[in-house]
Structure formats: C-alpha cells, structure tokens
Nanobody, 110 residues
Framework: VQLVESGGGLVQPGGSLTLSCLAS????????MRWYRQAPGKQRELVAD???????NYAESVKGRFTTSRDNSKNTAYLQMNSLKPEDTAVYFC?????WGKGTLVTVSS
C-alpha cells in the first residue's frame, strides 16, 4: 500500500487549496481515509476523516472550512481547504490501512 499526497503550497490567508491523496495497492472505496496535520513543534492531529460508507467527520478547528471527499474511479481522496488561516500551516498527511503518506506542506502566509 502506498499513499502519495500532493497539492500543498503557499497560500494567502483566506485562500483555498485542494490536497489529493493517491492510493495504490488498495482500493479507497474498501477503506476509510483520514487526514492529519502536523505543525512545527506540535503533535500530529486528526483533521478530517471519511468512513468506509462515506460518513465524514472534522476537527472543530476546521469544521465548515474543510471538506473531504473521494473519487473511487481515480482511487484518490481529497481535502478541500477554504478560508485558510495562518494556524492551518502544517504538513498534511493522509492515512489508511495502517499506512502514512509522506505529507505535503501547506503554508498560509501573507
């Protein structure tokens, strides 16, 4: 199983980014997917998850701003992030089937 994140970058406060997590060696429609983030000097925290049946949950800090989804035909999960804040700056990881991606850096700064 391999998970590869992409889509990170530098964005101004209030901007948007969409992260992708391409899975190989497994089918995302057979498993849940979680998104975590780790800011400098902080512990990794769960940001969002989508269950096997498509039920989503979000951390309070991102609720209403972030949306997770998946495209089974592309075997890819997404994290749409809107109204980004400087405190959203972190490395974002996807996780499924006991496997972590390597992460993608999101920097929110003017």
């Amino acid at each position: 199983v391999q998970l590869v994140e992409s889509g990170g970058g530098l964005v101004q406060p209030g901007g948007s980014l969409t992260l992708s997590c391409l899975a190989s060696g497994m089918f995302i429609d057979k498993h849940g997917m979680r998104w975590y983030r780790q800011a400098p000097g902080k512990q990794r925290e769960l940001v969002a998850d989508v269950s096997l049946i498509g039920v989503t949950n979000y951390a309070e800090s991102v609720k209403g701003r972030f949306t997770t989804s998946r495209d089974n035909s592309k075997n890819t999960a997404y994290l749409q992030m809107n109204s980004l804040k400087p405190e959203d700056t972190a490395v974002y990881f996807c996780y499924s089937v006991n496997t972590w991606g390597k992460g993608t850096l999101v920097t929110v700064s003017s």
